[in-house]
């Protein structure tokens, strides 16, 4: 889980679930290759200055695979954000499919998805 801090020595700028840096840490110095889930992005006091719309996105495009929003009424805005970036933008919905896979493969190894014959 990647917090909503900004860790000013690793990435000033941002907050961690926004930061490419913090995220590329996890992926290529740790060598974690499961799912990177985001803290809340919803009612966390820290989110409260990003638009809805762009969380998701922000999060996704720093390399996040699966957002927590606390909030249930900004999830609406939170997935049209996403949706209306990725109809425009062919790279980033190839960084959803590849999140998308990482969830999938993980419900599955949990037994948390069935799959038809």
């Given at each position: 889980?990647?917090?909503?801090?900004?860790?000013?020595?690793?990435?000033?700028?941002?907050?961690?679930?926004?930061?490419?840096?913090?995220?590329?840490?996890?992926?290529?110095?740790?060598?974690?290759?499961?799912?990177?889930?985001?803290?809340?992005?919803?009612?966390?006091?820290?989110?409260?200055?990003?638009?809805?719309?762009?969380?998701?996105?922000?999060?996704?495009?720093?390399?996040?695979?699966?957002?927590?929003?606390a909030?249930?009424?900004?999830?609406?805005?939170?997935?049209?954000?996403?949706?209306?970036?990725?109809?425009?933008d062919?790279?980033?919905?190839?960084?959803?499919?590849?999140?998308?896979?990482?969830?999938?493969?993980?419900?599955?190894r949990?037994?948390?998805?069935?799959?038809?014959?």
């Amino acid at each position: 889980m990647v917090s909503t801090v900004v860790y000013r020595r690793i990435d000033p700028a941002r907050p961690a679930v926004f930061s490419p840096t913090v995220i590329d840490i996890l992926r290529s110095d740790f060598g974690y290759d499961g799912v990177v889930i985001s803290d809340d992005l919803g009612a966390a006091a820290s989110m409260r200055t990003v638009p809805a719309r762009l969380r998701a996105l922000r999060f996704v495009r720093a390399g996040g695979d699966l957002t927590i929003n606390a909030e249930p009424r900004l999830t609406a805005a939170m997935a049209e954000g996403l949706t209306t970036a990725a109809a425009t933008d062919p790279a980033l919905g190839e960084r959803i499919a590849e999140s998308a896979g990482r969830v999938l493969a993980l419900k599955a190894r949990l037994g948390l998805m069935e799959c038809a014959d």
